[in-house]
Each structure stands twice: as C-alpha cells, then as structure tokens.
C-alpha cells in the first residue's frame, strides 16, 4: 500500500496533464474554425455585393441612356431647353459630358468577367492577413433622397477586411473606383442644376415627359380579361342540365336527338353572347366555328377559372401506366378463347397479335378458361386441356399458321362457366382483378353488356385510364326467337344500356345492326384472316394468267348450325323461290344443335339442298365454289361473308344493316325480296366476280381494321397524347376537367347500384345466372392456382 500510493499519484498528474493539453487544443481547432466559417460567409456577402453593384450600375446606366435616347429623338434637352431663355448653355454641356463618362463605366463594369476580376483581386492569398478594422472602408455608401435633401446609409458587414501586402498595390484598387467616384461627383451636381425651377418646368413641358406618362399608362393597363365574368343566368343552366341528364333520360324514353335540339334552343338566343361575355372581341371570332355544346363548355369554364377553381383530380384517377421501354398497356378483354371457332374468339385474337405487331403498345388478351366438363361441351373434335399453359400453345400455334409472323403479346386467363341455354360463357368472380394494377391502362372489352351483366367487381373506367367496347352481336335479335321475347328483349336493351354505360368511355358497334348504345359509334374494326386474301390473290393471278377464272361448283352456305344463324331465313327462301330456282343446288357445310331439325325441314320439303359436315372456310375444298348465299338478318357483321369476298367470290346477301360495309365491292349483291333473291342468284352463276383491287384488298384486311379501331376508339390519340397536356390551346379556354360533369356522377350511380344488385346471389339466379357465378369454384382455384374466394377477399365479422 505504501509503494502503490505514489505510483497512483504519478499515474493521475500524468493523465490530467493530458486532458488539459486535449482541451486546450480543442479550444484553438473551435476558434480557427469558427475564423475560418466566418471568413467564408464574409468573402460570400462580399462576392454578391459585388454582383449587386455591377447590377445597379448596368441598370442605371440603361436608363440614363433610355433617358438621353428618348431626350434626343424630342428635341430634347438640345432643342427644347435652348429654345427657353432659363437654360443656359452650359448646363446643356453637362449633359453631353457625361455621356461618354457613363459609356467609360459601362465598358468597365458590366462585362461578364468583372465579378471575377474583383474577386481575384479581393480573394485570400498567402500574402495576406485579417484586419478587423479596416473592411468598411471598402464598403460604398449608398444615396437617398429624402424629402430634397441627400441623406447617408453606411451598410455595414463584419468588422474585418482584407489588407493587400507585397504584391497588392492600394492605390491600383483606388484606380479602379475612379468611374464611381466621377460619376457620384456627376450626380450631386446634377441634383444641385436640377434644383432650379426652370429645368423643372421645362421637363414638364416637354414632349419626353409626355411618352414616359404614356408609356406608364400602356403598362398599367388593366388587361380586358381581367374584367368579371358575369355567372350563368338560368338559360344556360338548364341548357347544361338537360345536356348532362341525357343518361336519365334515355332511360326514360326521351331520345338523344331531341334533348340536343332543347339544349340548342336555349343556347340559341345567347349564341353570341356567350363568347362576348368571356372573350375579347378579336379572339371571339376564333370560336364562330364551334358548335353549341363547345360554346357553352368554354362560358361553363370561363366562370370556374374567374372563380379561382382549378380541378386537379379525383381520388380514383390514375397516373398513365407506361412500360420501362416507355410503352402504354393495352387490355383485350373477351368472352371466348380456341379452340372455339366464333367471331368473339377469333377477332380479338387478331386484333392482339395486330396491335402487338406495332410495337407503340404492349398487349394483353384475357381470355376465359373453363373446367374441363365444360370444355367437353364447348370445344369441338373432343378437344381438352389440362392447364391454362396447353390451351396457350394452341392458340399461338393456330396464329402463327394465319398471320405468319410471330405475335408478342401476352396471353392470360379468367375464370368462365359455360350457360348450355344461351350457348355462351359467363364470367365467374370480378374479370378485372386478372389484370394487375400496375398493366391497368387501356381496357378493350370485347362484347362489353356480356362481360358486365353479371359483373360483380371493381368498376372497370376506376380501374383503367380509357376503356373501350367493342359490340360483336345482336342480343335482343336473338331474344325475339325466344318464348316471351319482346318482353326479354325490352329488360336486356335497358340493362345493356345500364352497363355499357356505367362501365365504359367509348363504345364501337361493328354495324348499324346492333343495339343504339350510349357513347356509341358505328364502325367495322374486323378484318380478313390474311389466307383468305392468299387464296384471292392466287385466284387473280390464275385469271391473268389462263384468261378466266375456273369456277368448278357453283353455290354454297357456312355457318354453325342453329336456326338464328340464318337457316330459317334460308329455307323460307328456298321454299318460297321452288319453281324459280328449278336446278340450283345449294351445298351447306355446318354443325350444330339444330343441325338435325334444319334437314328434317329442308327434307320434308323437298329442297335441293345437300348438308355436310362443317369444315374451315379455308379448307381447299371450298375454293372451286363461285357464290356464296348468306339470308341471315341476325348477324351483326357475318366474318364468313368478309372471307367469301376476300377469296375473290360472289356474295348474295340480304340488304340488311349487318352488311352495309359490303356494299362497296362489286362482287356484293344484295337483295331485298324472294323475287330479288332469285335474279341475285341467276346474275352470280351467269357471269365470273371481279378481281379484287388493291384498295379493296386494304380495306379486308387487318392493318386497315387495326387503323380504323385506333382512330374511331380514339386510342391514337390516348396512346399519343401525355396525361400532363394542357387544357389550353392558343390561350382559348377548351373543355377541361374543371368543367363539373354530372354525366360521370350518374354513370358512378349506375355502376354502383349494378355492383350491388349483382352481389345478391337470388337476384342473380332470377335474372338467368349461372349458380355460383359470382365467386370462381375450387376447381377454377385449383387450375389457374388462385386463392379460395373467401381468402382472396375475407368478409370479416362472420
């Protein structure tokens, strides 16, 4: 203990020796730190005094020279004042002095380098020291006037400056201030001449003064849009009541042309007002042009934007999905899939691998996958699949045969169940939820009513940015058969235009044959399989080629087998025309359901016709026949008529809206009674169709329907057009999301009071559902690996 005791003692004087030198040190880093933050925001303040003295200086020397500009070009102080006996000429010498001193300064000091040059000379170097009490020095005063009398403002910094040593020259910085001091020295002297009563009355008299006041008054000027917009008065509300209620009074009854016709009769009076009340007179006359609903947007808009009220979106809008090769995505929605040969699994096929084709857009086709004892009633030649994967091999490899090119587009599955009473699939669960989030950008939804009339999910125009309709059949043509049709078909036009309505942007209808829906507009978006513009081109040349074309059959039918699909309008036909066609044989290829009631009718009445089985109508076996008859009325627009044309044959068909697209080619001949039937019928097997032209050709084909889709969809236009746009075209308001649109409030309450009706599985099932339908089976779980309904969406409580 008594050895540990100075050890102990030497150990603790060491240490805080240590601890005394650490903090001392600690001490001095603190003080050249803080010397040296304080130095740099010194040399910043300085730099931008800099910067603001050279602004100051190029400033005033441009008015002074705007000044004397102004003053030679009046007359003026040359003319003006030495024709008045209190100027005398000297005090005009003064002012041609001092131009050149103000030139001297400008080319001094506002050249681009002069901050730098002042910097380099007041920058730190190794010759250099702080004194804090030397920086004002370097700081200039800055002048006031107040009330006549000149009065001083020192602006100061920190109290430390730079001292130049050695090399630094004081009075070279003297030297450099010069102009400055010249022209401070100008200044008082020109304060003290223009003290005199007589410059100041000759200033007011003269022509300068007179261009400066009207030259303020130009720039002050209030601007004539900034005038108040007076509000709507009651014609115009009304007029945009009834035009926003036409959802309402559709339903009602009350058709879209006459709600347009009472809208324009209100707005009629107020034509010109309503573009004199908003605009100026000069930019009203760009407007003469547009058209009522145009007119009465922009005054609906012109009073929002003079409130202030600007709308930059609703909860559910969406940013513009895009790839990382920055391209849109596009949805293709349909209601069957191959092997399954009907128009709704075929065409949208084609319109993917087409739109695909173009590379602008990245593609997605959903298509329904069904349970394989559906499949056992659907698909024909006993044809079955056991996963999703199978079924995609076999519609890329069907493709591929027809176009010819290699589509890159991508293939996905939704639950379906097969109705055996409407011979049609129906979705099961909410068809939406298969495209995910992130791909929900432009909705087609091929057979739009169909897809929603039992739709129980999110609203597809909430989901995607743009969705498009696209009608592919005649419902209520098909309802008419049926027992109490009338009464059907009046609920299902009413509940197609309930769901078209609330579920989509735009609606194409291939013809004029289909259901009036709203947003609708009539175009044929199909085109032709390319191996039917082959065969047609062989038979063209085979025409240069030997002089004729060799027809070795004559007439033939193809369809499925069911009586809407024209049969009974073919055998009423037949029947009818007997005697007249004594000789013609008509060959009809086809299965079906009816299949065996359509030859017991032909047979009992003794028709020449001859039934075969049903066969692609690309199958060498049909190109030797030279006309093709088509009665049918219910198509909306017959797929195999297009193909007949294509392959360069005659086409006998009803003249019926399903085929006002035809009747631009030649080899089209429509009729319009059993009579005209009959000399269509002799005109074809008489004489050889035309060879199709090479715009007609275009016209058959998919590139120009994929064309037509684009632009009557509108889907140029989106695909083209960044959601960021302006609104404003040429400074003229244009129709915008500030304008209230009542038209989205009601399409939100149908979508919702369809959601919950479909929710309801007794309402389902009185309304001709499938059980089970509005949730997919386990079975469906099992193959396309999905999560069990309750899982995928809990119902929490129970």
Sequence with gaps: MINFRPSESRTSSTTSSAVTAEKAFSFISKGWREVKDSTEADLQLMKDRAKSFKNLASSFDREFENFLTSASRSTFPVTAISNSSSLSPAEIDFVKKLQPKLSEFRRAYSSPDFSKRVLEKWSPRAKIRIDLSAIRNAIVSEVEEVDGRDRYRRTTVRDFSWEWKGDADEGQLSRNWEPIRA?????????????????????????????????????????EYSKEVPPLDFQELLACLVRQSGPFLDHLGVKRDLSDKIVESLCSKKKNQLLLRSFPTGEASILEGENINDELDIRIASVLQSTGHHYEGGLWDDFTKRDSDGRRHVAIVTTASLPW???????????????????????????????RTDQELVYPNNITFGSPEEQEVYIRSWLKERVGFNADFKISFYPGKFQKERRSIIPAGDTSQFISSKDADIAILEEPEHLNWYHHGKRWTDKFNHVVGVVHTNYLEYIKREKNGALQAFFVKHINNWVTRAYCDKVLRLSAATQDLPKSVICNVHGVNPKFLEIGERMAADKEEGGEQKFSKGAYFLGKMVWAKGYRELIDLLAKQKQDLNGFKLDVYGNGEDAHE???AAKSLE??????KGRDHADDLLHGYKVFVNPSVSDVLCTATAEALAMGKFVVCADHPSNDFFRSFPNCLTYKTPEEFVNKINEAMSRDPHPLTPEERYNLSWEAATQRFMEYSELDKILNTSTSESDKVNGIVRKSKSVPNLTSVVDGGLAFAHYCLTGNEFLRQCTGAVPGTRDYSKQHCKDLHLLPPHVENPIYGL
């Design 341 to 371: 040969m009907t128009g709704t699994a075929v065409n949208p096929l084609f319109r993917a691998a087409y739109l695909a084709k173009t590379e602008k857009q990245s593609v997605t086709l959903l298509v329904p996958w069904l349970t």
């Design 183 to 223: 022209l401070k020295t100008r200044l008082r002297e020109l304060e003290q001449k223009s003290s005199s009563s007589e410059i100041i009355e000759g200033l007011k008299n003269s022509e300068l003064v007179e261009k400066v006041k009207s030259s303020l008054k130009a720039i002050c000027k209030e601007p």
């Design 598 to 600: 359509v030859q017991n």
């Design 607 to 612: 028709l020449n016709v001859n039934f075969m």
